[in-house]
């Protein structure tokens, strides 16, 4: 089975959560803590919006908001997300679709399961590209 007909889950990564109810700072705390550039704000286990370093960034200094200011202020909402069985190629359309370089990966009940990025996906699809010219070059050398 090729990686781009593999479902999602197969290249999820640990997500960092936090409550809507978060302050920025300490939103900025975890992703730093964590080495993450996005968190997920969650409600019930279920993704409500996500932040990236790009908002919290923007938001404090260009916008003046104020570091206790509660996340939910700033997270895009309502997040776009993917099912843990979409393949690549749909993951990867969804992305394009919503302009966006990561998405929260759910489960069956709509609870988050995962995180999955552009980077990912771009490593899975470089590695088909590779085998794709190993096959050409093969069928090139026959004749």
Do not use: C, W
Request: net charge neutral.
């Amino acid at each position: 089975m090729s990686s781009t007909t593999k479902t999602i889950e197969a290249f999820l990564k640990k997500v960092i959560t936090v409550l809507p109810s978060e302050s920025l700072s300490s939103v900025a705390r975890a992703m730093d803590q964590h080495n993450v550039g996005a968190v997920v704000i969650v409600e019930n286990r279920k993704p409500v919006g996500i932040v990236t370093d790009r908002d919290i960034a923007l938001h404090l200094g260009a916008r003046g908001l104020l570091a206790q200011t509660p996340v939910r202020k700033v997270m895009t909402t309502p997040v776009k997300t993917v099912s843990r069985d979409d393949g690549v190629f749909d993951t990867t359309q969804a992305m394009m679709e919503s302009g966006v370089r990561r998405l929260p990966v759910v489960d069956d009940y709509g609870e988050l399961v995962g995180l999955v990025t552009l980077d990912d996906l771009l490593r899975v699809l470089s590695g088909e590209l590779a085998t794709l010219i190993q096959g050409i070059k093969s069928e090139m050398e026959v004749k």
